[in-house]
């Protein structure tokens, strides 16, 4: 579950500008403590995440990165967009702040 939650957090965040940490807790229905162990693990991954503190702020990948398209075969994208659509269904995703 972790894992499938940690590439959800990644395609969210290459789709939103930004997005804050209590945002990303209430979507996936877990503390936002959860979510700093997650972004913490996807920056030891590599995944270049900042984070913009103050009014309007939240976390967000740095302008220059973009998934490579051999990372998932169409297949995999395709199971990856249907887990994103069942999410949304489940959840709503206007809590979502960009």
């Given amino acids: 579950m972790r894992f499938n939650r940690m590439m ?3 395609l969210l965040l290459v789709s939103k500008r930004r997005i ?4 990303l807790a209430e979507f996936f229905e877990v503390s ?3 979510i ?3 972004i913490e693990a996807l920056l030891y991954a590599g995944v270049p995440i900042m984070s913009t503190p103050g009014f309007k ?3 967000s990948l740095t302008e220059n990165y973009y998934l490579d398209k051999q990372l998932l075969s169409s297949l995999d994208f395709k199971y990856v967009l249907l887990s994103l659509y069942q999410l949304n269904i489940q959840n709503d ?3 979502i702040v960009s």
């Fill in 8 to 10: 959800a957090i990644v």
């Fill in 36 to 38: 700093y162990r997650d």
């Fill in 20 to 23: 804050t940490v209590q945002a």
């Fill in 32 to 34: 936002t403590r959860t």
């Fill in 57 to 59: 702020g939240g976390i």
């Fill in 93 to 95: 995703t206007n809590k």
